[in-house]
């Protein structure tokens, strides 16, 4: 039986894994929770990151959103004078980096890290989202400047990660639609952030890892660019993108994570049957010949139903997981 590692390498490698990959067969860290880094604060109350953005923390979510009524950014166009980017040279990475991964087990298992806040959120994080909107269309230049200047900042933020932590894989947020369709058209998704995005992307992978994308939303049309530009993978797949047009027509050239139906997952009104269905329906479409890993979002009240029926199904594609044998 090959080992946690070896598995998710051929997912990783477009290949057919020997058996079903779950996403606690990696060794994790999510930059949110690492103090230091302060691309948003996560605490009580309400806390300013590390560009000087006020955030407002909600309890019954356990998250935080900007601070209603107070954009760090009134006008992109001024942009330069309102904000300022954070000295990450200061950070003891090597100390803190050592703490956080001490217990990965790199022989075993692959390593991952997350990171939120790409181009465009950033954006409608340091301004109201309908003026960032409205920014995209009217002044296009400033929101180019600005996208480079993030790029700039991301590129000196994975230099330290890339170095001191040595993930496998980096996952990278940056949401460009809802379900019901893109932020912004294509074209100007491929004029103001294409470019910026793809530097990143070799960045990343100028260090031997793998860059993953993480997008909520739709983001069909731009799938062959995403691949152009060298992404590996992206999740969570929303199933608005289509399924089936994503298997049939990328294969295993994009590793697809997740794929879930999040309206049924998470509905109150949903049955443990119509849950299982639902799991079912989704392995059907994304599991056959690999390239694909089972994510879902593990806080949503189907967790633990949802998990189960991925154990159980997974013998119709795959072996045995080791725990079972």
């Not at 930059?31 to 880094?37: A, K, T």
């Not at 954009?71 to 100390?95: A, C, G, H, R, Y």
């Not at 809802?178 to 932020?183: A, K």
Request: hydrophobic residues 35%; aromatic residues 12%.
């Amino acid at each position: 039986m090959i080992s946690f590692r070896e598995n998710m390498e051929l997912v990783y490698q477009r290949e057919e894994p020997e058996y079903m990959p779950l996403v606690s067969d990696f060794d994790i860290a999510v930059l949110d929770s690492l103090d230091f880094v302060n691309e948003r604060p996560v605490v009580p109350g309400i806390n300013k990151d590390w560009f000087g953005q006020k955030w407002t923390y909600e309890p019954t979510v356990k998250a935080a959103n900007p601070t209603p009524g107070c954009p760090l950014v009134t006008d992109i166009t001024l942009w330069k004078e309102q904000m300022k980017f954070p000295n990450i040279d200061k950070f003891d990475w090597e100390s803190r980096s050592a703490k956080d991964i001490a217990n990965w087990d790199r022989k075993n298992k692959m390593s991952r890290i997350t990171i939120g806040f790409g181009l465009w959120e950033r954006m409608f994080s340091v301004m109201p989202f309908e003026d960032a909107l409205c920014a995209l269309m009217e002044e296009p230049e400033a929101c180019y400047d600005f996208f480079e200047a993030v790029a700039d900042h991301k590129i000196r933020l994975h230099d330290k990660i890339l170095k001191y932590y040595k993930p496998d894989i980096l996952v990278m947020h940056d949401d460009y639609g809802t379900s019901q369709g893109m932020f912004m058209s294509p074209d100007v998704w491929r004029t103001l952030l294409k470019p910026h995005l793809k530097r990143i992307v070799d960045h990343v992978q100028s260090y031997g890892c793998i860059y993953e994308h993480h997008n909520c939303g739709y983001f069909k049309p731009i799938t062959d660019d995403m691949l152009e530009i060298g992404i590996h993978a992206t999740n969570p797949v929303h199933v608005s993108n289509g399924l089936e047009y994503m298997k049939e027509k990328y294969g295993k050239q994009m590793i697809m994570v997740g794929g879930f139906d999040n309206q049924v997952l998470d509905s109150p009104t949903t049955t443990e049957e119509e849950i299982r269905e639902s799991v079912r329906k989704s392995m059907d479409i994304m599991a056959p010949g690999g390239g694909y890993l089972p994510r879902f979002n593990s806080t949503c009240q189907a967790g633990e139903i949802v998990h189960d029926e991925i154990l159980k199904y997974s013998v119709n594609f795959y072996n045995l997981r080791p725990e079972f044998i």
